[in-house]
């Protein structure tokens, strides 16, 4: 079978490997559509030598499964939930127990969102968000814009939305943002106090920058928490001060319990969110280097990379 490894600095190559086979508690799954996350673009830029854990959000059919697994049946469409897993790669063995069907009306695309809509799920619970809060989202790649969907579909009050490139501030608005700041414009604070009238209730990390992680401390309610999705490689300088003075509670959202990746799915079965409107771009598998290229590259119109690692 094929399967993209990373052989280097900003180096991915689709190379032949063998088969794998599920022990007695896995799952072989023939994967049909993988996501390129922004931790395996980190992978790819700076290899840390994790590079057989490349891909972790897909969906496929189940070809093979052990003699102790129960509740999934050959044949049988899935969402895979996997960190360490290999997503890029015509097959990938899998916890039998790591799968979650998919109905028919959830595409293998949509299926491949399923991981990071759990993602931003796990955000909201664990750092309590409520209904009728506003909210902050800073950053607007695919996890913002999920994000953004999220709070609206559970109840946000109003939604101010942050994020230096214009595309993505216009999607921003498509995807429900009430507010979008232009931070390289005009000061981030004011803009939230100007929309919301105050500070907001909760606020949503999507950047990872230091800049974004304090900006979201400074407009956020004292009391509250500030929920860490973004992931880059910078380190944050922030001063006691801003801990000091803004009081709020910083939270990541790592690791996300099985059963809010059901509710996801559900989430996307009931047409609550759209998660599909963040793809922008299909690869098949042979071109995975120019996918990542491409999600790699800070000056393109790209949110969602989407790579179809087996046809139909
Ligand atoms: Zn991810």
Not at 38 to 61: I, K, N, Q, R
Request: some cysteine; overall charge negative; charged content about 25%.
């Amino acid at each position: 079978m094929r399967r993209a490894v990373i052989t280097g600095e900003r180096k991915i190559e689709v190379v032949d490997a063998a088969e794998p086979a599920p022990g007695p508690d896995e799952v072989k799954v023939r994967v049909h559509c993988c996501g390129v996350c922004g931790s395996d673009v980190l992978e790819y830029l700076y290899p840390t030598g994790f590079s057989d854990c490349l891909g972790h959000e897909f969906s496929g059919a189940v070809v093979e499964a052990g003699g102790n697994v129960r509740g999934v049946r050959v044949g049988e469409r899935v969402a895979v939930y996997a960190y360490g897993a290999r997503g890029f790669s015509e097959y990938a063995v899998v916890n039998g127990e790591h799968v979650v069907r998919l109905p028919d009306s959830v595409s293998f695309e949509a299926g491949a969102l399923v991981e990071p809509v759990t993602v931003v799920l796990t955000g909201l619970r664990h750092c309590g968000f409520r209904a009728g809060d506003s909210c902050f989202v800073s950053g607007c790649g695919s996890i913002g814009l999920i994000g953004i969907q999220l709070v609206r579909a559970f109840g946000a009050r109003k939604i101010v939305a942050c994020e230096p490139k214009r595309h993505r501030r216009e999607k921003a608005v498509e995807f429900g943002a009430d507010v979008v700041i232009d931070p390289s414009r005009e000061s981030v604070e004011e803009g939230v106090v100007r929309a919301v009238g105050d500070k907001v209730d909760f606020s949503l990390d999507c950047a990872g920058t230091g800049a974004s992680i304090l900006a979201c401390a400074r407009v956020t309610r004292v009391g509250r928490t500030v929920c860490v999705l973004g992931l880059t490689p910078e380190r944050l300088d922030v001063s006691s001060y801003d801990l000091f003075l803004n009081n709020v509670k910083f939270q990541g959202s790592t690791p996300y319990d099985f059963r809010l990746f059901e509710a996801s799915v559900g989430l996307i079965a009931e047409g609550k969110i759209d998660a599909m409107l963040v793809v922008t771009h299909r690869y098949p598998l042979e071109g995975i280097a120019e996918a990542f290229e491409l999600a790699a590259r800070a000056d393109t119109d790209a949110l969602k990379v989407l790579v179809w690692c087996s046809e139909s």
